[in-house]
């Protein structure tokens, strides 16, 4: 049952119980019916996946490297789905369409067609060129394509293209801290459009995903590309340094999903932070950082118990008993001992589960 | 914002775009059909490019002692892909690096290489099978400082003529000569042949039998 038959129901029970009117009933689902603008989660989901299918296919053809075309005609074929795709744009906006399921595949298919035409063209014409240099142009290429269709896949995965082109610089020019500088730079390019994107107020499904895919991409991306261009200042050092800059970054991204109310980046720095921790359990060289992952396991642990959010209780519970038990079993105690502890934090994980449900029945009750 | 300004925006991304690798089309092609051709021996094998598909990877290392002008060689590192080069005919219809400069001087054809690196003439690959490295040390450095180019060295081919062009290349090493276009300081690979006939041609041929 999806909300607007909820909402059908559930209004024709307060009509029947006489608590509201024919006109309140009539305004309250006038309020909230279906609008052609809003998403459609099969037609958006199946038409971003064609989009994405139709365009690995366009790539797979392109690296085929069609001998039978010249030069002429193929860099003509390779720009033909980008005309396309611009003028389907031009169109789509004179008439006046807005429906997200119209320019969320548009988006995603003009990407792409964008990224094989260039690869097409330096194939045909044999531009070496360097590997960094490629994604940077097609980066820049794909950004305004990104602002005009408001797509929310391209916009969340733009950074993508960031991270990328660190790692192949990197490759290319070595660590610096003006590749750092850049890096972030063209991490940055990412933000406006990400903002638009908050302040159209989208529909909660594509504002959770936009979130999520964002979450991962910036604090982890992020954390990716630091670690990757700061100059290396000894092995120990840099495994150090990577911890710090991803709970860093991890927590600038909480940090501000809690200050402007951004309702999934809070749940992606946990998961983030947690997911990095996992890692402190094996070996003794990175103690502190262990011992910095339990505090952290309670923390999220007491936040979830506090705010009745299953979600973080068990992220917090997953991560302490992991760190728990990884140490304790790496210990020389029987088997018998070890499986009647892991059984002990199976039980008390189900049995803290229960109880915050039925906290939060009871809560919601009242 | 009007509809015509969202128009106008739309249509203003799409010419950008299409004048952004339009300018990477005519640049090409300018070098690919006006460029004077010329010729060097090469090593070449068969990687892949996940972007660009199956490619050869030609290797073309020249280098030349003439160092025009007052070079200062505070530091190979710095001043490394920072070189010109100017190239002549050789022998056997093949070219060969002249001399090597920070700018273009005087006439000739010069070309900026895909990369420059500053050593000795000689290199480890010549030392020979008995000698010490003490003794090729002491050789090395009387060869004297050389400015060592390598040219573009990416050929993107058919994937199904890749095996076969990579079995050739393996079985006549010493035949393949890489050849290029030149124009404006430009230089493009446009293909490697085997005894004077295309690697394309051959591979084809080769596919076929």
């Keep these: 049952m999806n909300h607007g038959e909820w909402l059908r129901g559930e209004v024709a029970a307060w009509r029947t119980e006489g608590l509201v009117g024919d006109d309140v009933a009539a305004a309250i689902l006038r309020r909230y019916e279906t609008d052609p603008g809003r998403l459609s989660w099969a037609a958006l989901i199946a038409g971003g996946f064609g989009a994405l299918l139709i365009g690995l296919g366009v790539i797979s053809l392109f690296a085929a490297n069609w001998d039978v075309f010249g030069r002429g005609a193929r860099a003509a074929i390779s720009m033909a789905p980008v005309a396309l795709c611009g003028l389907a744009a031009v169109l789509a906006t004179r008439k006046g369409w807005t429906a997200p399921a119209f320019w969320e595949p548009l988006g995603i298919l003009w990407c792409i067609a964008t990224g094989a035409a260039a690869c097409l063209v330096a194939q045909t014409y044999q531009v070496g060129g360097t590997v960094p240099g490629l994604i940077l142009f097609v980066a820049l290429l794909t950004l305004p394509v990104v602002w005009v269709t408001k797509a929310v896949a391209p916009m969340a995965l733009w950074p993508v293209f960031a991270i990328a082109w660190t790692i192949a610089s990197e490759d290319v020019d070595g660590e610096s801290w003006t590749l750092l500088a850049k890096a972030l730079a063209l991490m940055a390019l990412s933000l406006p459009a990400y903002l638009a994107f908050l302040r159209r107020k989208p529909p909660r499904a594509a504002l959770v995903v936009g979130q999520l895919v964002t979450g991962f991409v910036y604090s982890l991306g992020t954390a990716i590309m630091i670690t990757t261009t700061l100059p290396h200042m000894g092995y120990a050092f840099h495994d150090r340094l990577g911890f710090g800059v991803c709970w860093t970054c991890a927590a600038l991204v909480g940090l501000v999903g809690v200050k402007f109310k951004l309702p999934v980046w809070p749940m992606v720095a946990t998961l983030v932070a947690s997911g990095m921790s996992f890692v402190t359990v094996f070996g003794d060289e990175y103690i502190d950082f262990y011992f910095a992952s339990l505090v952290l396991a309670g923390v999220t642990i007491a936040y979830g118990i506090r705010t009745l959010r299953l979600a973080y209780t068990n992220i917090g519970a997953a991560l302490f008993m992991w760190l728990v038990l990884g140490k304790f079993f790496e210990s020389d105690l029987s088997f018998t001992l070890k499986g009647i502890v892991f059984i002990l934090a199976g039980v008390a994980l189900t049995v803290m589960n229960v109880t915050l449900a039925r906290m939060k029945r009871g809560r919601a009750g009242k | ?209």
């Design chain 2, 1 to 209: 914002m009007s509809n015509v300004t969202k128009i106008l925006t739309v249509a203003a991304v799409l010419a950008v775009q299409c004048l952004a690798i339009g300018w990477l089309i005519v640049r090409y092609e300018r070098v690919v059909t006006q460029g004077t051709e010329v010729r060097f021996r090469c090593q070449a094998y068969d990687p892949y490019d996940a972007f660009r598909g199956r490619y050869l990877r030609s290797s073309v290392r020249e280098a030349t002692t003439n160092i025009v002008g007052t070079v200062t060689m505070k530091n190979d590192w710095e001043m490394r892909d920072k070189f010109v080069v100017r190239i002549e005919p050789s022998t056997n219809g093949l070219w060969r690096v002249a001399e090597a400069a920070l700018a273009p001087s005087g006439e000739g054809l010069w070309v900026k290489p895909r990369s420059s690196s500053v050593g000795y003439r000689l290199d480890w690959s010549d030392r020979q099978k008995d000698e010490s490295y003490e003794k090729f040390s002491v050789r090395q450095k009387t060869s004297g400082r050389a400015v060592h180019a390598t040219f573009p060295d990416q050929l993107f081919l058919n994937e199904k003529l890749a095996p076969a062009a990579e079995e050739l290349l393996r079985k006549r090493t010493g035949d393949a000569v890489a050849v290029y276009r030149v124009l404006d300081g430009g230089m493009i690979l446009t293909d490697i042949e085997l005894g004077g006939v295309s690697i394309l041609t051959c591979a084809k041929e080769a596919k076929d039998r």
